[in-house]
């Protein structure tokens, strides 16, 4: 099965370079915007209720993958699917940030953790009824080598 996506919009970032972009949104206090494309401004009624936003997007810079890689937190290797590293059979990434205001299909945003011009596949609201979870088990991060 082949899967085709258009992105909805794009990420402006004021990173430009992979090794000075924070590595989690939690970790980042960068701002930039979210250009939703025209046709789109509709769906994002009601999204300015939201302090913050699922950003799903491509990483449209990374290329090839291995199936075991060293994770930014960590020195030893790990299952690629056991981490959030960027170059994956299907180069997805999620990042929660918080919404700071929308103008028009303008989003801006803070807490950027991706390249300038990363293609925006969907946006969606982040609610800790869904989406917090208790009583967790974090695998390695757990247990990493410290930085
Ligand atoms: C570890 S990933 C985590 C991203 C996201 N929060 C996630 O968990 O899917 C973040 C790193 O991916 C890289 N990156 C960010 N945007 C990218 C893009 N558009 N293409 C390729 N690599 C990117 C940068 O090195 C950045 O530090």
Not at 10 to 31: C, D, G, L, W, Y
Not at 103 to 130: A, H, Q
Request: proline letters at 7%; a neutral charge.
């Amino acid at each position: 099965m082949q899967i085709i996506m258009q992105p909805i919009g794009v990420i402006h970032s004021p990173f430009t370079e992979k090794n000075q972009t924070p590595i989690q949104a939690s970790r980042s206090q960068a701002t930039g915007t979210v250009e939703i494309a025209p046709e789109f401004l509709d769906g994002l009624q009601d999204l300015e209720g939201f302090s913050h936003v699922f950003l799903l997007y491509v990483f449209h810079c990374s290329s090839g993958y291995s199936l075991r890689v060293k994770p930014f937190l960590d020195h030893k290797e790990r299952g690629l699917f056991a981490t959030r590293y960027p170059c994956r059979p299907n180069p997805i990434g999620i990042s929660v940030v918080r919404l700071l205001s929308r103008k028009e299909n303008i989003l801006t945003i803070e807490g950027v953790d991706v390249l300038d011009n990363t293609p925006l596949l969907d946006i969606k609201p982040y609610v800790p009824d869904f989406d917090v979870r208790r009583d967790v088990r974090v695998g390695w991060y757990e247990t990493r080598s410290k930085e």
